[in-house]
């Protein structure tokens, strides 16, 4: 009984490198999430995803894309890493909209 | 816009304390609530939840009661175990966001000492 799956789960980049996340959920969830965690400030959401080949904007949306190209797969790709992308990074997916988010272990990133 | 502000911690507790956390939200709507744990080095998991005033959730012994003239949220247990040990988030899901994000508190550490 995977969940979401997040991979990888530890990435050091150094400013200006490139990476992508993966997140994989086998529970057939229409709605996915990228969030990111730092200290003192709760997640925050990057990007979500309502469906297969759909993506929008969350409250801090800068310097990351996605792409949601499959039901089961939400991609967060870096273009060009920041020191202050340094964080920990969170995938969820839900069944309805507002309903329980099952989250994925997270992928811890520094920027040096 | 949503917002939720929960008790700063940390929190220390003796095992078979009394806990409560703290939160009140700001949303325009009817919000759903949550509370989240997460235990060190893994995501987060759903602990309860309510999804109209006056609901309570509960699990594991812990309850929160949705209060909608106060706006609050509040986490309680009756008595607290080591193993409660982890980061408590509050959060809240407005439906009409149409993606259902969470708004996220910022979290309260409780170290359970034995």
């Known amino acids: 009984n995977a969940g979401v799956t997040q991979t990888p789960k530890f990435r050091v980049l150094k400013t200006g490198q490139s990476m992508t996340l993966l997140c994989a959920q086998d529970?057939?969830?229409?709605?996915m999430y990228w969030y990111r965690q730092d200290p003192g400030m709760g997640l925050r959401l990057i990007h979500y995803?309502?469906?297969?080949?759909?993506?929008a904007k969350g409250e801090v949306p800068d310097g990351y894309n996605v792409s949601r190209l499959k039901k089961q797969n939400f991609l967060l790709g870096l273009e060009s890493a920041a020191p202050s992308q340094t964080s920990v990074y969170f995938c969820?997916?839900?069944?309805?909209?507002?309903?329980?988010?099952?989250f994925g272990a997270g992928t811890r990133l520094s920027v040096l | 816009g949503n917002s939720v502000t929960q008790m700063e911690g940390p929190v220390t507790l003796s095992e078979e304390a009394f806990l409560t956390i703290n939160c009140t939200y700001t949303a325009t709507g009817y919000p759903s609530l949550f509370w989240y744990v997460q235990y060190p080095g893994e995501g987060l998991q759903l602990l309860l939840k309510a999804t109209k005033a006056d609901d309570k959730g509960s699990n594991k012994g812990f309850e929160a009661t949705y209060r909608k003239e106060t706006t609050s949220f509040h986490l309680e247990k009756g008595s607290v175990q080591v193993s409660d040990s982890a980061v408590y988030f509050c959060a809240l899901s407005d439906f009409r966001s149409g993606g259902g994000q969470l708004t996220f508190g910022s979290g309260t550490q409780l170290t359970v000492l034995p």
């Open positions: 529970m057939n969830h229409e709605y």
């Open positions: 969820a997916s839900s069944l309805p909209p507002g309903g329980i988010q099952y």
């Open positions: 995803s309502v469906g297969e080949g759909t993506t």
